[in-house]
């Protein structure tokens, strides 16, 4: 597979996003990884937009996080983003967040997601969006 | 006028609403300030639930606040939420926050409202939210 | 054991927990999480302020959440919080989040902490804090 | 005065900041003015993280907005920071949000603060602080 295996974002930690122990609060990084979907579904010519204005949605169904080194106010860090899985229903992606200088692993994840229309309904993907050749 | 003037909503800080400074962070007040007027459309009659409904939308178009004293994570805070203004077209709240404990002013503001529809554009409010006989 | 087992926290979804598919954006449970774990502490007299002036701080190093049924704006949930490991320099948490009227589970999660100083720095949990006889 | 007047930042719409109204939720663009104040005094030799590391904070006392038209998930803006006061114990800045592409203004606000110790303290600004030659 080509470099589209993954997608890598970069994002500079903001003030808003840090607490009392003066580090990212551990729920940001749960928006850090759906913005690292929305640059992989730029990238591959997937964009979440596209999907929403056909009347889909990609409903978070599992997260799990894994917190090794905290990153504060001013960092910046890579995230990289990676399709795991493509069902007819559903996507899977995994992630990996790293300090963008020296490279030290921050945090690791993973998500699990199924196509649903506007009333909530699971729904198979739209065929575009089953077709991920990643080259 | 009656107590229905203002409403009153208690309010506990979160942990994730602190940041690095060790105090809230100054845009959680914008929310508290938004459950302020939920509490008070639930006690005077006009929930927003119901004003959704029916396909309409109450668009912020002007915030102030001024921050007096800052709030600290699981400190308990009153909010105070008075209807300032009713037009045709929109609606003026004012707000107070205080410690709960000893009263102290924490932080006032204000925020200013037009009804719109779902496509965003601008509406007379529904006949019963121009009504606001608060007693 | 005791009631005490586990503490109910009563939650009020807030406009500002929304996002653009009309549900709770799902980030926003992390934070529900994190309140249940301050009422577990204080209601089994280990407020989570009190070990922070004693200069200890629980850090999250997992957090894992299934995601079945979606909570809307206003909508009351209530979180259930389960201490389910205590070791010398960490603790274990489960949470169940129901529909408060009707008794939906929509959300299942766990979180893992250990026990870190101000300078970061792994620590054992202090004595108060690894004794929870839940009754 | 040069360029330096003001200082652009160009941000991502965030789905996490999105609420049911399918907008963004008012309370970002305070977040957003705070990452253009950061911008701001990189961009000027005045970064945040240098002036917390001597113990001084900018606390903010006042944020004025005015929401002119919504800004969407994926929506590209571009917020200019200006710095619109100096004084001996405090700062003043003036913002514009607009549409990245056609221009349009979306959001203005102004913002004052003022400079804290750690304990809470107002301080007169450190003397790198008052000296803003912005050319």
């Known amino acids: 597979m080509s470099d589209k295996d993954f997608v890598d974002t970069t994002i500079r930690v903001r003030y808003a996003e840090t607490d009392t122990m003066g580090?990212?609060?551990?729920?940001?990084?749960?928006?850090?990884?759906?913005?690292?979907?929305?640059?992989?579904?730029?990238?591959?010519?997937?964009?979440?937009?596209?999907?929403?204005?056909?009347?889909?949605?990609?409903?978070?169904?599992e997260?799990?996080?894994?917190?090794?080194?905290p990153a504060v106010y001013d960092q910046i860090i890579t995230?990289?983003?990676?399709?795991?899985?493509?069902?007819?229903?559903?996507?899977?992606?995994?992630?990996?967040?790293?300090?963008?200088e020296n490279g030290d692993l921050l945090v690791t994840g993973s998500t699990k997601h199924i196509c649903i229309t506007r009333d909530g309904k699971a729904a198979r993907l739209p065929e575009a969006w089953r077709d991920w050749s990643l080259d």
Do not use: C, K, W
């Open 79 to 100: 995230l990289r983003t990676r399709l795991t899985g493509v069902q007819s229903r559903g996507l899977s992606f995994a992630y990996e967040i790293r300090d963008a």
């Open 63 to 69: 997260v799990n996080v894994r917190y090794m080194r």
């Open 23 to 61: 580090i990212v609060h551990h729920s940001n990084y749960i928006v850090y990884f759906e913005e690292g979907r929305s640059d992989f579904g730029r990238a591959t010519g997937h964009p979440v937009t596209e999907l929403e204005r056909a009347g889909y949605f990609l409903a978070v169904t």
